[in-house]
């Protein structure tokens, strides 16, 4: 379990005043600092923040460019982004620049609490984040090969099957399933072709 060291960086500070009084409410001995922007945060005198959760709209330099920041600073913290805009293509990016999970500022405080508290014992939150986002943004958080064995899949077809369709090796499909069922977080091939179909990720 992550200690509750955690670091909030919005330069809103009416949003930062309320989340603040959540986490306060929510996480049993917390220790969190506050920063309006990320020049701010480099000078915290919080030691080591576990979590660092960090809006994308801030003054100077914005939160996707400085994830790479906070993770040079603090290699060992979990990054969460915090934005209203949800958009595919803003999620793939803070995924692959190195956050942990992306949350909507429009959740509910227990959702965003519930992705904290799974990020703490170091669980994945990708269903999370695929819950918040609506329409198309699921299909982010997949590779487009990804996307094509979770179509395959739904259509039936085994590893082996999938495997020479895409021509790939039975064991690299085997990698992607498991992916593809820890990104929907089920554990099985029938539950993910439910999901999937929930989310409008196949037909």
């Known amino acids: 379990m992550l200690p509750p ?7 809103h500070a009416l949003f930062r005043c309320g989340l603040r009084m959540v986490l306060d409410a929510g996480i049993p001995g917390l220790e969190v600092a506050e920063a309006a922007s990320l020049e701010e945060a ?5 030691q080591d923040p576990a979590l660092v959760l960090l809006d994308i709209q801030l003054h100077g330099l914005n939160g996707l460019e400085g994830i790479a920041l906070v993770k040079r600073k603090w290699p060992e913290a979990v990054v969460v982004i915090l934005s209203s805009d949800v958009s595919p293509q803003k999620v793939r990016m803070a995924l692959e620049r190195g956050a942990a999970a992306f949350v909507s500022k429009a959740d509910p405080a227990g959702r965003i609490l519930g992705v ?7 669980l994945p939150v990708t269903a999370d ?8 943004a699921d299909a982010a958080l997949l590779t487009p090969r990804q996307s094509e064995v979770l179509d395959l899949m739904c259509q039936g077809l085994s590893n082996k099957l999938i495997g020479r369709r895409l021509n790939l090796s039975e064991n690299t499909v085997r990698g992607h399933v498991q992916a593809v069922l820890a990104a929907l977080q089920v554990s ?14 196949v037909a």
Do not use: K, N
Request: proline share 2%; no cysteine.
């Open 5 to 11: 060291r955690l670091l909030l960086v919005d330069d």
């Open 42 to 46: 480099m000078r915290t005198p919080l």
């Open 116 to 122: 904290i508290d799974q990020l703490r014992q170091g």
């Open 129 to 136: 984040v695929a819950h918040v986002l609506a329409g198309g």
């Open 188 to 201: 099985s091939r029938s539950e993910a072709g439910f999901a999937a179909r929930q989310r409008g990720l």
